[in-house]
């Protein structure tokens, strides 16, 4: 049986033309001519700058002989533009060869992060030169082989050439027609387009002679080049090969092809066998390729970021008569990246099925993360406890991911990027937790720190016909009970703009349109159109979930919002607003909310809050606060005790919660993330509150809210120990709330204790739900990234109306007894009655003379105890310490001792107060302080 490798009759290759320089293969020389023939021909200085194409910075060299020129003793130079030539701010020893008629780059690093990166033969990070005046050279032994200065550069051949522009104009200098006169300024000419590894465009380099014909090189096997390890034994050598192109990347950034050898693909691979299939990378002659055609390739065998690849084509010609390849079925996901090796840059057919497990960059890089079989990835200490399990847990987790990407290098958020169409969102929801099954072969390939599924051409905007993701959007929920329960964190859902404020930047989207808010007070909406896409989702997400109280996260707090008409004021105005918008879709007052506390000690300029249904429930009695210094980098807790309205008899306490954010503060290097003991301290204090408190005493309670922690970590542990169940949990409705870094979790909970959990297990039907509308959505279908694409992603629904799901639970009371009516008695049939004797008149008795009445006893004020303190004045708001100062000079002075207790307020209109006569009258209008063990408590009547 023939080799694979056996020469057969070739042809050149029209469409790869610009791959070779003489259109033929060039035969390698010892590198033992002058390295006086080398010259710069490119100049690219401004990389990684705004509007750049590439984010490296790079010198290109260039070997106009027929002969291979080594770098060694060679040197790079840079001299600032004020430098003289005997003083370089640094040198750079190079290495290699530069091959006949090619091209060798050396990058360096860039202004930031804009553009792709270049494909390197060398890199020198101690070089740094300037996008606009400056000078770079090649040196050998302090000889000068090169030197091209450009803008007021002191140290040039001639007169220094023009670099156009500033950092931010794309664009190099490059020599013009190949031209060496020794003066920069008649051989350097400014390109639009930058071009590492070529010819300068429209430029003529010196033509090399026509090759000697020599004997055909030796192939070299792919899998020899490929290596059983992650690196290539032959790294940096000229290497030729043969194999069937296996896809074709003539757009979108990749910039090559992947090629595999004739006839291999088809079985698994053994233990310690190479890949047969590899990347080639040539930014030029890509356009007529197609898929099935056969190669034989010279270039350079190298790694680019970890990938390994052929780079440096000089020669690259069609065969006839290649045995075709076939994909390689992979019934299961590999487990180890030796294992993966195996099939790099190969033809596989991944067979069962995978879920999507992230789709946060989907929007920005048109890539997906996949786990092998039919769940998602779990954030570990949702699943199990931190430390030794979560490290374990998530160890299975890496042997699972892979990603699905889309053919191309593209920032679909920057620049050009954002009129490229993006992939696969148009086409399915692409949500976290759908299941993907492959129909075609794809490319495995390593990029960007990532094992990935590539189509064999870049997708775009197209309907990826390879694989098949389904459909997961659902309705909201069907909870049963006579009370349904919910907790939604609205994101940022703040009725001031930060048009309004001063100072505040935006973020835009393809036109320069403001969109959202960037890191200002306003933390929401930037204009009233992108306020309107948002209000609209989350008022169809809370009406539509169907619950009767829902308790909100991240509304904002007018009170603490600088340019908020209410501040110091109100803190219910956006509140207001909300249900104000809430009663207008639904066409009638259905919805009202629980006024604030008087005194309101939130730290922040989001709060949590309560809305409710008023035909199912109305509080019955204050909203109270706990004001105490666990809180202070949090939202303080939110209680309000409710009653159906049918049956007031029957009363449950809500208590909504916002703990401190995993973003900042302590890391205990437990594995849950910054905060964690703040987050502990939290659940303590909620815990001991909620023990202490007369008002919650032998009533259902609930703890609802965003706790920043997941299922297993310390501080939901903490809350299960004092006694608390988490709801949802208990009942089988687990389901993830939230997406973060490719793993699903669930921030946000529901506790009951016993009573309350009573009326939850009561409940027929589905007693809890989370409703999947955010969590899983890629965030492009928010309002903040509508028309950051050429495809408008936005939809008024409710889905992706945050990042966070609304979690729900259903209360069943007990029935009434009723009252039996007695049976009436009969009437006795009266017996004739005698005529009676007459009897002799009595004297009267004196009636006995009455004893004197005391008089009452005046009872004690209701709202103040004989033993409390004098009540604080009500008009002074309390305020946390680490608040601002008040900007507005008319606001009332602010106590600077924060209460330590709950605060409370008026119910509103139909509430429950004990009833009062008019000597009580003024009594509504003091504090009432209760001394608790833990501290003070402020309990504050609204006047």
């Not at 804009?114 to 000889?143: D, H, I, M, R, Y």
């Not at 129909?439 to 990029?447: A, K, N």
Request: hydrophobic share 30%; with cysteine.
């Amino acid at each position: 049986m023939s080799s694979p490798f056996t020469r057969r009759p070739a042809r050149v290759l029209a469409a790869m033309g610009t791959l070779a320089l003489a259109g033929t293969l060039l035969p390698a020389v010892p590198a033992d001519a002058a390295t006086a023939d080398l010259v710069i021909n490119e100049v690219y200085a401004r990389g990684g700058s705004a509007n750049q194409p590439y984010t490296d910075k790079f010198i290109e060299i260039h070997n106009p002989t027929d002969t291979a020129l080594s770098l060694d003793g060679v040197e790079a130079a840079y001299w600032s533009s004020s430098r003289t030539q005997d003083d370089p701010v640094g040198t750079c020893a190079l290495t290699g060869e530069v091959a006949p008629g090619g091209y060798f780059v050396v990058t360096m690093p860039g202004n930031g992060e804009v553009g792709e990166a270049v494909t390197s033969n060398q890199e020198c990070s101690n070089l740094s030169p300037s996008g606009t005046n400056g000078s770079l050279g090649l040196l050998e032994a302090g000889t000068a082989l090169d030197i091209v200065g450009y803008g007021t550069a002191q140290v040039a051949e001639g007169n220094a050439a023009t670099y156009d522009g500033t950092n931010q104009t794309p664009g190099s200098i490059g020599r013009t027609d190949g031209a060496d006169s020794d003066d920069n300024t008649t051989d350097f000419t400014f390109f639009d387009e930058v071009s590492p590894g070529a010819a300068n465009p429209g430029a003529n380099t010196t033509p090399a002679p026509e090759p000697t014909v020599e004997p055909e090189p030796e192939l070299t096997p792919i899998s020899e080049i490929q290596g059983p390890g992650d690196v290539t034994l032959l790294d940096g050598q000229t290497v030729t090969t043969r194999g069937v192109i296996t896809a074709v990347y003539s757009a979108g950034g990749f910039d090559g092809i992947y090629i595999q050898t004739p006839g291999t693909g088809g079985t698994a691979k053994d233990d310690q066998a190479a890949s047969d299939g590899i990347f080639v990378y040539q930014p030029t002659g890509l356009d007529t390729l197609e898929i099935g055609q056969c190669l034989e390739i010279t270039g350079t065998a190298g790694e680019h970021y970890s990938m390994t690849q052929i780079s440096n084509v000089t020669s690259a010609e069609t065969v006839e008569g290649c045995d075709p390849v076939a994909p390689t079925e992979l019934a299961e996901w590999p487990t180890t990246d030796a294992e993966r090796e195996r099939y790099e840059g190969m033809s596989v057919q991944p067979t069962g099925t995978y879920t999507i497990t992230n789709n946060y960059t989907l929007n920005q890089y048109g890539s997906v993360g996949l786990a092998f079989g039919d769940e998602p990835l779990y954030q570990a200490t949702d699943k199990v406890r931190p430390g030794t399990e979560a490290e374990a847990y998530e160890a299975e987790n890496q042997k699972k991911a892979v990603t699905l990407d889309d053919g191309a290098s593209i920032n679909y958020m920057r620049d050009a990027g954002m009129d490229e169409p993006l992939p696969y969102l148009a086409h399915s929801t692409m949500r976290t937790g759908a299941h993907a099954t492959f129909t075609e072969p794809v490319i495995l390939d390593y990029r960007y720190d990532s094992w990935n599924f590539q189509p064999t051409t870049p997708l775009g905007g197209d309907e990826p016909t390879f694989v098949d993701i389904e459909d997961t959007r659902v309705p909201a929920p069907e909870v049963g009970g006579d009370v349904k329960v919910a907790s939604f964190n609205v994101l940022n859902y703040f009725t001031d703009l930060g048009q309004d404020e001063e100072g505040c930047e935006a973020y835009t989207d393809r036109n320069g349109t403001p969109v959202a808010s960037d890191y200002c007070a306003v933390r929401g909406a930037y204009t009233p159109e992108a306020f309107a896409d948002q209000e609209s989702k989350i008022v169809k997400a809370i009406n539509e979930l169907d619950a009767d109280v829902v308790g909100l996260m991240e509304i904002e707090d007018t009170f603490n919002v600088p340019q908020s008409q209410g501040h110091k004021k109100n803190p219910d105005l956006a509140l207001a607003a909300l249900v104000d918008a809430l009663n207008a879709a639904a066409g009638s007052e259905v919805w009202a909310y629980s006024p604030s506390p008087d005194v309101w000690t939130n730290t922040d300029v989001i709060r949590t809050a309560f809305i409710y249904k008023k035909d199912v429930v109305e509080p019955t009695g204050p909203a109270l606060m706990l004001a105490d210094p666990a809180f202070s980098n949090a939202r303080h807790p939110l209680a309000q005790t409710f009653a159906r309205v049918d049956d007031p008899e029957h009363e449950f306490v809500a208590v909504v919660n916002h703990f401190k954010s995993k973003g900042s503060g302590e890391d205990d290097g437990t594995g849950q993330g910054n905060a964690n003991p703040d987050r502990i301290a939290q659940a303590e204090a909620l815990a001991a509150w909620m023990d202490e408190m007369d008002e919650f005493t032998d009533k259902p309670q609930l703890l609802l809210g965003d706790f920043n922690a997941y299922t297993m970590e310390d501080p939901l542990k903490t809350l299960e120990d004092a006694g608390w169940v988490n709801a949802p949990k208990s009942v089988g409705a687990d389901d993830a709330s939230y997406q973060f870094s490719g793993r699903l979790g669930s921030l946000d909970h529901i506790f009951g204790n016993g009573s309350a959990m009573d009326l939850i297990n009561a409940t027929e039907g589905t007693q809890a739900a989370v409703w999947n509308i955010n969590g899983d959505e890629s965030i492009a279908h928010q309002y903040s990234r509508r028309n950051y694409n050429v495809t408008d992603f936005h939809e008024d629904n409710a889905f992706a109306s945050s990042d966070h799901d609304p979690v729900v639970v259903g209360l069943t009371f007990p029935k009434p007894t009723p009252t039996p009516t007695p049976e009436p008695t009969p009437e006795p049939t009266p017996e004739p009655t005698p005529e009676p004797t007459p009897e002799p008149t009595p004297e009267p008795t004196p009636e006995p003379t009455p004893e004197p009445t005391p008089e009452p006893t005046p009872s004690a004020d209701p709202t103040v105890k004989p033993s409390d303190p004098a009540p604080e004045d009500p008009s002074a708001p309390a305020q946390d310490p680490s608040d601002p100062a008040p900007e507005d000079p008319s606001a009332p002075a602010q106590d600077p001792t924060p209460s330590t207790g709950p605060v409370q307020a008026d119910p509103p209109s139909g509430g429950k107060l004990p009833s009062t006569g008019a000597a009580d009258v003024m009594g509504l209008a003091v504090l009432s302080i209760t001394a608790l063990a833990a501290g003070t408590m402020l309990l504050r009547r609204r006047d």
